[in-house]
């Protein structure tokens, strides 16, 4: 059963969003060489406590951290401790979540730790947050599912190949509905699949996470003995981002991005739905 919010309840998701929004100004500023993910995670901490925001993440499933630090080859469900020391070089995933009034935020970046990257890093993760603009450009009301699914895999496999050969799209995870619980129907893959069919059809009040997750190298991962961290099964690096969308009758409305999405919907001809929280 898919959740459909009201405008009202929508608003309140919003300021969850908000929330996960200064969470990733934070840590982007946090990650720096030399900082620990654990440092990060007591950012994090910190600016849910600061909003009189709950974490979403810490507890959920036994998962022990208020955030998912994803560093190089690790694709997601990264566990933040003090023996990760960022190094030059390194790109980490942050994934962070927060909850207000009973209602979800959920969303991703890839960050850039120090200097000196190598160029197809630059163009795995500038390709990979593409590649969710456009899933995100695809929510509009009547289309299904699979047209954002659609959406995202186009932009990726219409994209130079890397050096490594190929980008990889992570087919074990993916995005998913949002609402009084974080992960909820529909599943969203970040692939056409014939056997998942067309998949709901969006309508006003329909809110989705979008996340795609892409590698350098292959779209196969492998879960390491602590039952959470995911990798790579070749070890090339890879890139995650999410957002967390409301459909409205409006249009999209990027629950988690500070100016609601309008900046880079613009680029795709789309205006953003208004904020509820003017």
């Given at each position: 059963m898919v959740q459909i919010k009201t405008p009202e309840q929508i608003a309140k998701m919003r300021e969850a969003g908000l929330v996960v929004a200064a969470i990733h100004a934070a840590t982007r500023e946090a990650a720096v060489p030399g900082a620990t993910t654990h440092d990060l995670d007591q950012v994090a901490r910190k600016v849910i406590a600061d909003h009189g925001a709950k974490s979403n993440f810490l507890g959920y499933g036994g998962f022990p951290a208020t955030i998912c630090t994803s560093v190089n080859e690790v694709v997601v469900h990264g566990i933040p401790d003090e023996k990760t020391v960022l190094k030059d070089g390194d790109i980490i995933s942050i994934d962070a979540g927060a909850i207000v009034d009973g209602w979800h935020g959920d969303a991703a970046y890839t960050a850039f730790v120090g200097t000196g990257h190598a160029p197809e890093l630059v163009e795995l993760s500038r390709v990979t947050e593409e590649s969710m603009w456009a899933g995100i450009a695809a929510m509009k009301v009547n289309n299904r599912l699979v047209d954002v699914s659609r959406a995202i895999e186009t932009y990726i496999r219409r994209q130079p190949r890397p050096?490594?050969?190929?980008?990889?799209?992570?087919?074990?995870?993916?995005?998913?509905?949002?609402?009084?619980?974080?992960?909820?129907?529909?599943?969203?893959?970040?692939?056409?699949?014939?056997?998942?069919?067309?998949?709901?059809?969006?309508?006003?009040?329909?809110?989705?996470?979008?996340?795609?997750?892409?590698?350098?190298?292959?779209?196969?991962?492998?879960?390491?003995?602590?039952?959470?961290?995911?990798?790579?099964?070749?070890?090339?690096?890879?890139?995650?981002?999410?957002?967390?969308?409301?459909?409205?009758?409006?249009?999209?409305?990027?629950?988690?991005?500070?100016?609601?999405?309008?900046?880079?919907?613009?680029?795709?001809?789309?205006?953003?739905a208004p904020d509820p929280l003017g």
């Open positions: 050096a490594t050969g190929k980008y990889g799209i992570i087919e074990d995870f993916g995005g998913h509905g949002i609402g009084t619980e974080m992960h909820m129907d529909p599943h969203l893959l970040n692939y056409v699949s014939r056997k998942r069919g067309k998949g709901i059809k969006l309508v006003p009040g329909v809110c989705l996470a979008i996340e795609p997750m892409v590698s350098l190298g292959t779209p196969r991962t492998e879960t390491l003995a602590d039952d959470w961290t995911v990798i790579t099964t070749d070890g090339t690096w890879s890139s995650h981002w999410e957002h967390s969308i409301a459909l409205t009758e409006q249009g999209p409305l990027v629950l988690t991005a500070p100016d609601c999405g309008k900046a880079k919907l613009a680029e795709y001809g789309i205006e953003a």
